[in-house]
């Protein structure tokens, strides 16, 4: 089909569709322009007949919007522009529908690949899985089948080796036992004579032995040098217990007694609690039975939990094993030794503390004993630690003496002083008579129950009255023996030297009455009197050996701490490599810092005194966090709301020593009241760090160092942070600025004055302000900014303020006693002829602790 032009029509060649093959259905025409219609295999279009649209014989295709739809001139006779317009959308739509099936049929047969690789990947898969089971099959079929066989061979040699001693049929036991042996050596013959068949077939079982044995001695080891000089084969051979070990099961077998091992019964330590492990560890049985044996009691535990005690010694009854019962504080048991024998002991020196009230001359009294000067190096001329001397006096006697502070933060120290001595010395000035602490030490001594004698210091003054001091220590219960008692007393001046030498023979008189003696020869046991951190030598304790010998390299517990004696350093700053009973010394090695007053044992191994200390410091942990906790909602309902109420002013504490850390910590606790009070966040021993700045930084608290200085990364930080940083030498003017501190966190107290009072005359109503008292001040002043009460039959009706103050038409600050004025309360209207003003001020006053 063709045309007068020659070209082929749409659908045969060059039409619609690409070459795709079409139909012509039927021509028609709309004036000179003849159309065609093609129906393809999807779609019916409807186009220009070729040559009949232009000179050119040029087709205009419904989908070229360039051609049809820019130029209305090209468009075919007889169709408008709307039905153009639609025929393309629809052509669009078409394609548009062939591409989405064209993508979907796409997508299907990607899909179906898909399926067609997944189904071959099962397939190969299961031929995969039947070969392997076949495998398994056919090698489990010639296990087994090399089983029978061995079990064959092993029943033919059974009935040849049996065979001899069945026929025989031996009268007693004892016989076939005789046989049996016989029969298992080789080379014997004990059955009949052998055939050429049976003589090729044990032919072949030894070879196969003789291999098995190569291959035995092949993999037994390595080559000794015995073995190599004896020319051996190098097997390893037997030892005579497991020969005899074999005999005997040999034998037991034959008799027909089964061997039944002895159940071994085991004592089981058992703590409070323990892991499930570790108890099926000490008890030598599986942990899964132990497991199961806890199951069946209705706990589902797993081998790392823990169980109590009680629950373990179930189980350990369940087994049959012996329950012994121990504890975590068994681990101090080692540091509680017997006492020493009377032959052991030998004398001591003994220990002298010196106590009284702050400013007595305690320090140089002592300064007058040793021949030394401490006083001047003191920081206000008031002793803040403890110190121990020991002194040789003319006589050749030996004392060691406690120095205590005076003031009365540091009650504890001079506490533990009274506790480590045998003589106190109450020093008493004889011109200031009994004060506070000399009470306070007099109590302390009575409690320690050590003898006591009385140094009536300061006599050489001019006000000096030792009579009075005698006469005020009666009211004490100490009575001295210049008034007939059994205390001791001097009067001594340090100043002159005057009584010392009474004084020294007074305690050495004390001190022989006393017979003190102690074991040097034994495991060291002391005090410490007072520990520090030293910036170039580490913890430091200053320790009074009380019994036996501390010696350099010892092992020893303290406290919570522990550590081992690097040095020992005495009084005079000498080092000595060891230290008796009553020698203070200065001792190096620790891993902390203890705290003063603790007890210093010597142990045996290092070990045993990182679990002592473990313990103590676990045990010490709890008993401040069971301190700390509320037990009862009503508890932390209340600790809440009094932590609400009150104020607190939160300071970090650092100081040079132990002691003194302890009673500036003390006394900072006494400062403040039900409205404020001092919250220590931390305190310790050695200079100030960084850390000790960030946590002041984060609790807005200033850092307090007693005798100690803040490094300078330390410094650094705190001009960052802005943290304040206070350095103190004397305990006085320490408390005295935290009292000033926590009392600006007292509300400020309100008083009222009252300045005046005016009666009410007559009540005008005023347009615009309500009513207005006519009033006559009868006493004092009224003033416009004064608080007031109204009063009426003497019972406050209104307290405010005034609205307004005038005198005549002027509105005035005051109006004096006698005038009469004009008054207007603030949002109160109902005044009336006859109340009375009270007229007040109000002023804040500041407290103080």
């Given at each position: 089909m063709s045309d007068k032009d020659g070209k082929k029509p749409l659908g045969v060649g060059g039409g619609l569709g690409g070459g795709r093959s079409g139909q012509v259905k039927q021509s028609f025409s709309h004036g000179r322009t003849h159309n065609v219609v093609v129906e393809t295999k999807r779609k019916r279009v409807v186009v220009p007949k070729p040559g009949a649209a232009g000179a050119g014989g040029v087709v205009h295709r419904p989908n070229s919007p360039a051609a049809v739809a820019s130029d209305p001139s090209k468009r075919p006779a007889g169709i408008s522009e709307v039905e153009m317009e639609r025929r393309l959308k629809a052509l669009a739509a078409a394609k548009a529908r062939e591409a989405g099936e064209a993508a979907a049929r796409a997508a299907e047969e990607k899909a179906r690949e898909e399926e067609r690789d997944r189904r071959r990947a099962e397939i190969e898969a299961k031929e995969r899985e039947e070969r392997e089971r076949e495998e398994a099959l056919r090698a489990k079929a010639e296990e087994d089948a090399r089983k029978a066989e061995e079990a064959r061979i092993r029943a033919q040699k059974k009935a040849e080796v049996t065979a001899k001693p069945a026929q025989a049929a031996p009268a007693d036991r004892a016989a076939a036992e005789a046989a049996a042996a016989r029969a298992e050596k080789p080379g014997v013959a004990t059955g009949p004579r052998r055939t050429d068949r049976d003589r090729r077939d044990t032919g072949g079982d030894s070879d196969a032995k003789a291999k098995a044995k190569a291959e035995d001695n092949r993999r037994t080891g390595r080559l000794s040098l015995s073995q190599a000089l004896s020319g051996g084969e190098g097997g390893r051979t037997r030892s005579l217990a497991a020969m005899k070990r074999k005999q005997e099961k040999a034998r037991a077998k034959a008799l027909g007694q089964a061997h039944r091992a002895e159940k071994q019964v085991r004592d089981v330590q058992l703590p409070e609690t323990i892991v499930v492990s570790e108890l099926a560890n000490r008890m030598a049985e599986r942990v899964a039975d132990v497991i199961k044996s806890l199951m069946k009691m209705g706990m589902m535990v797993t081998a790392n939990q823990t169980i109590d005690a009680d629950t373990a010694e179930l189980v350990i009854e369940e087994f049959g094993h012996k329950t012994v019962r121990v504890s975590d504080a068994d681990v101090e048991q080692a540091l509680h030794t017997e006492e020493d024998a009377a032959e052991d002991l030998q004398p001591r020196a003994?220990?002298?503390?010196?106590?009284?009230?702050?400013?007595?001359?305690?320090?140089?009294?002592?300064?007058?004993?040793?021949?030394?000067?401490?006083?001047?190096?003191?920081?206000?001329?008031?002793?803040?630690?403890?110190?121990?001397?020991?002194?040789?006096?003319d006589s050749g006697s030996i004392l060691t003496f406690l120095d205590t502070p005076g003031h009365a933060a540091f009650t504890s120290m001079r506490a533990r002083g009274a506790n480590v001595t045998d003589i106190v010395v109450l020093v008493v000035a004889a011109d200031d008579a009994v004060m506070p602490q000399t009470v306070e030490a007099i109590n302390h001594a009575k409690a320690a129950g050590v003898p006591m004698i009385v140094a009536i210091n300061k006599i050489d003054k001019p006000a000096a009255n030792p009579q009075k001091v005698r006469t005020d220590l009666l009211q004490h219960e100490v009575v001295v023996e210049a008034m007939s008692g059994e205390v001791q007393d001097v009067e001594v001046s340090a100043h002159t030297g005057q009584g010392i030498d009474q004084l020294l023979e007074a305690i050495a008189l004390q001190a022989e009455i006393l017979e003190l003696r102690a074991n040097p020869d034994r495991a060291a046991l002391g005090a410490v009197i007072e520990a520090k951190l030293d910036v170039g030598r580490g913890p430091v304790a200053t320790v009074l050996v009380q019994t036996g010998t501390l010696k350099q390299g010892d092992i020893f517990v303290v406290g919570e701490q522990w550590g081992k004696v690097r040095a020992l350093i005495d009084d005079k700053g000498a080092r000595v490599?060891?230290?008796?009973?009553?020698?203070?010394?200065?001792?190096?090695?620790?891993?902390?810092?203890?705290?003063?007053?603790?007890?210093?044992?010597?142990?045996?191994?290092?070990?045993?005194?990182?679990?002592?200390?473990?313990?103590?410091?676990?045990?010490?942990?709890?008993?401040?966090?069971?301190?700390?906790?509320?037990?009862?909602?009503?508890?932390?309902?209340?600790?809440?709301?009094?932590?609400?109420?009150?104020?607190?002013?939160?300071?970090?504490?650092?100081?040079?020593?132990?002691?003194?850390?302890?009673?500036?910590?003390?006394?900072?606790?006494?400062?403040?009241?039900?409205?404020?009070r001092v919250r220590v966040l931390h305190y310790g021993v050695g200079a100030i760090t960084e850390s000790d700045i960030g946590l002041a930084e984060a609790s807005s608290a200033p850092v307090i160092g007693f005798n100690v200085r803040a490094n300078a990364p330390a410094r650094n930080a705190a001009n960052q942070k802005g943290v304040e940083i206070r350095y103190y030498s004397i305990i006085y003017d320490l408390i005295d600025d935290i009292k000033a501190a926590a009392s600006g966190l007292l509300s400020a107290e309100v008083r009222e004055n009252f300045i005046g009072y005016a009666e009410i005359r007559e009540v005008f109503r005023v347009t615009g302000v309500g009513n207005v008292a006519g009033c006559l001040v009868t006493e004092g002043v009224a003033r416009r900014s004064a608080g007031v009460r109204l009063l009426r039959d003497n019972v406050v009706i209104h307290e405010g303020t005034l609205k307004t103050l005038k005198r005549f038409k002027d509105e005035v600050r005051e109006v004096q006693s006698g005038q009469e004025c004009g008054m207007a309360f603030e949002n109160y209207d109902d005044i009336r002829k006859g109340d009375v003003i009270e007229i007040f001020e109000r002023e804040e006053v500041e407290r103080t602790l």
């Amino acid at each position: 089909m063709s045309d007068k032009d020659g070209k082929k029509p749409l659908g045969v060649g060059g039409g619609l569709g690409g070459g795709r093959s079409g139909q012509v259905k039927q021509s028609f025409s709309h004036g000179r322009t003849h159309n065609v219609v093609v129906e393809t295999k999807r779609k019916r279009v409807v186009v220009p007949k070729p040559g009949a649209a232009g000179a050119g014989g040029v087709v205009h295709r419904p989908n070229s919007p360039a051609a049809v739809a820019s130029d209305p001139s090209k468009r075919p006779a007889g169709i408008s522009e709307v039905e153009m317009e639609r025929r393309l959308k629809a052509l669009a739509a078409a394609k548009a529908r062939e591409a989405g099936e064209a993508a979907a049929r796409a997508a299907e047969e990607k899909a179906r690949e898909e399926e067609r690789d997944r189904r071959r990947a099962e397939i190969e898969a299961k031929e995969r899985e039947e070969r392997e089971r076949e495998e398994a099959l056919r090698a489990k079929a010639e296990e087994d089948a090399r089983k029978a066989e061995e079990a064959r061979i092993r029943a033919q040699k059974k009935a040849e080796v049996t065979a001899k001693p069945a026929q025989a049929a031996p009268a007693d036991r004892a016989a076939a036992e005789a046989a049996a042996a016989r029969a298992e050596k080789p080379g014997v013959a004990t059955g009949p004579r052998r055939t050429d068949r049976d003589r090729r077939d044990t032919g072949g079982d030894s070879d196969a032995k003789a291999k098995a044995k190569a291959e035995d001695n092949r993999r037994t080891g390595r080559l000794s040098l015995s073995q190599a000089l004896s020319g051996g084969e190098g097997g390893r051979t037997r030892s005579l217990a497991a020969m005899k070990r074999k005999q005997e099961k040999a034998r037991a077998k034959a008799l027909g007694q089964a061997h039944r091992a002895e159940k071994q019964v085991r004592d089981v330590q058992l703590p409070e609690t323990i892991v499930v492990s570790e108890l099926a560890n000490r008890m030598a049985e599986r942990v899964a039975d132990v497991i199961k044996s806890l199951m069946k009691m209705g706990m589902m535990v797993t081998a790392n939990q823990t169980i109590d005690a009680d629950t373990a010694e179930l189980v350990i009854e369940e087994f049959g094993h012996k329950t012994v019962r121990v504890s975590d504080a068994d681990v101090e048991q080692a540091l509680h030794t017997e006492e020493d024998a009377a032959e052991d002991l030998q004398p001591r020196a003994p220990i002298i503390t010196i106590m009284g009230h702050v400013d007595h001359g305690k320090t140089s009294l002592l300064d007058r004993i040793r021949q030394a000067n401490v006083v001047s190096g003191e920081a206000g001329g008031i002793t803040q630690h403890i110190g121990a001397y020991q002194v040789k006096t003319d006589s050749g006697s030996i004392l060691t003496f406690l120095d205590t502070p005076g003031h009365a933060a540091f009650t504890s120290m001079r506490a533990r002083g009274a506790n480590v001595t045998d003589i106190v010395v109450l020093v008493v000035a004889a011109d200031d008579a009994v004060m506070p602490q000399t009470v306070e030490a007099i109590n302390h001594a009575k409690a320690a129950g050590v003898p006591m004698i009385v140094a009536i210091n300061k006599i050489d003054k001019p006000a000096a009255n030792p009579q009075k001091v005698r006469t005020d220590l009666l009211q004490h219960e100490v009575v001295v023996e210049a008034m007939s008692g059994e205390v001791q007393d001097v009067e001594v001046s340090a100043h002159t030297g005057q009584g010392i030498d009474q004084l020294l023979e007074a305690i050495a008189l004390q001190a022989e009455i006393l017979e003190l003696r102690a074991n040097p020869d034994r495991a060291a046991l002391g005090a410490v009197i007072e520990a520090k951190l030293d910036v170039g030598r580490g913890p430091v304790a200053t320790v009074l050996v009380q019994t036996g010998t501390l010696k350099q390299g010892d092992i020893f517990v303290v406290g919570e701490q522990w550590g081992k004696v690097r040095a020992l350093i005495d009084d005079k700053g000498a080092r000595v490599s060891e230290a008796g009973p009553s020698v203070p010394v200065e001792v190096l090695g620790l891993n902390g810092t203890p705290e003063a007053g603790d007890v210093l044992n010597v142990v045996e191994t290092e070990a045993q005194a990182r679990e002592i200390a473990d313990y103590r410091s676990q045990a010490a942990k709890d008993k401040r966090a069971a301190a700390g906790a509320a037990t009862t909602l009503q508890e932390l309902m209340a600790k809440a709301k009094a932590d609400e109420s009150v104020a607190e002013l939160p300071v970090v504490v650092k100081a040079d020593v132990q002691g003194s850390a302890e009673a500036i910590v003390q006394a900072l606790e006494k400062v403040g009241n039900d409205e404020v009070r001092v919250r220590v966040l931390h305190y310790g021993v050695g200079a100030i760090t960084e850390s000790d700045i960030g946590l002041a930084e984060a609790s807005s608290a200033p850092v307090i160092g007693f005798n100690v200085r803040a490094n300078a990364p330390a410094r650094n930080a705190a001009n960052q942070k802005g943290v304040e940083i206070r350095y103190y030498s004397i305990i006085y003017d320490l408390i005295d600025d935290i009292k000033a501190a926590a009392s600006g966190l007292l509300s400020a107290e309100v008083r009222e004055n009252f300045i005046g009072y005016a009666e009410i005359r007559e009540v005008f109503r005023v347009t615009g302000v309500g009513n207005v008292a006519g009033c006559l001040v009868t006493e004092g002043v009224a003033r416009r900014s004064a608080g007031v009460r109204l009063l009426r039959d003497n019972v406050v009706i209104h307290e405010g303020t005034l609205k307004t103050l005038k005198r005549f038409k002027d509105e005035v600050r005051e109006v004096q006693s006698g005038q009469e004025c004009g008054m207007a309360f603030e949002n109160y209207d109902d005044i009336r002829k006859g109340d009375v003003i009270e007229i007040f001020e109000r002023e804040e006053v500041e407290r103080t602790l």
